[in-house]
């Protein structure tokens, strides 16, 4: 088994705090702690929305020097978890990828994929086999 800091992390970022954690308390029933995770949800003021400074703590706290793969719900947390990933620096921005796939279903199957000790890549395009076409 894999130690947690060798595995790629997951971040899940929602509009919703609800929707992040919810997804997040998924993630961890399915694959315990073998992967660092993190996730966030709503704007600063408590209303629905995302912040990129959160964003950027929550890739901080997922951190692993295998990448982060990242889940979004809407337009605006992709926006802004560029953003987020320009706010990191240019190396471990390379080891960053915000994911084209269902917010739940491919951070469990991504997690899953991850939790064996996957490459960024592989998480990934899992995690993608699931978007429509």
Same mark, same amino acid.
């Given at each position: 088994?894999? !130690?947690?800091?060798?595995?790629?992390?997951?971040?899940?970022?929602?509009?919703?705090? =609800?929707? &992040?954690?919810?997804?997040?308390? @998924?993630?961890?029933? @399915?694959?315990g702690d !073998?992967?660092?995770?993190?996730?966030?949800?709503?704007?600063?003021?408590?209303?629905?929305?995302?912040?990129?400074?959160?964003? =950027?703590?929550?890739?901080?706290? #997922?951190? !692993?020097?295998?990448?982060? +793969?990242?889940?979004?719900?809407?337009?605006?947390? $992709?926006?802004?978890? $560029? @953003?987020?990933?320009?706010?990191?620096?240019?190396?471990?921005?390379?080891?960053?990828?915000?994911?084209?796939?269902?917010?739940?279903?491919? #951070?469990?199957?991504?997690? #899953?994929? #991850?939790?064996?000790? &996957?490459? =960024? +890549?592989?998480?990934?395009?899992? &995690?993608?086999? =699931? !978007?429509?076409?």
């Open positions: 088994m894999t !130690s947690r800091n060798e595995n790629v992390g997951i971040v899940i970022v929602s509009h919703s705090p =609800l929707v &992040a954690r919810g997804a997040a308390d @998924m993630v961890r029933q @399915m694959v !073998s992967v660092p995770l993190a996730w966030c949800g709503g704007n600063p003021a408590g209303g629905l929305g995302t912040d990129p400074g959160t964003i =950027l703590k929550a890739i901080e706290e #997922a951190w !692993s020097d295998a990448g982060v +793969a990242i889940f979004v719900d809407l337009g605006g947390a $992709e926006t802004n978890s $560029e @953003m987020a990933i320009e706010m990191i620096g240019k190396v471990r921005a390379a080891r960053i990828v915000i994911c084209n796939a269902p917010i739940v279903e491919g #951070a469990v199957i991504a997690a #899953a994929e #991850a939790s064996g000790g &996957a490459s =960024l +890549a592989k998480v990934v395009a899992t &995690a993608q086999e =699931l !978007s429509p076409s």
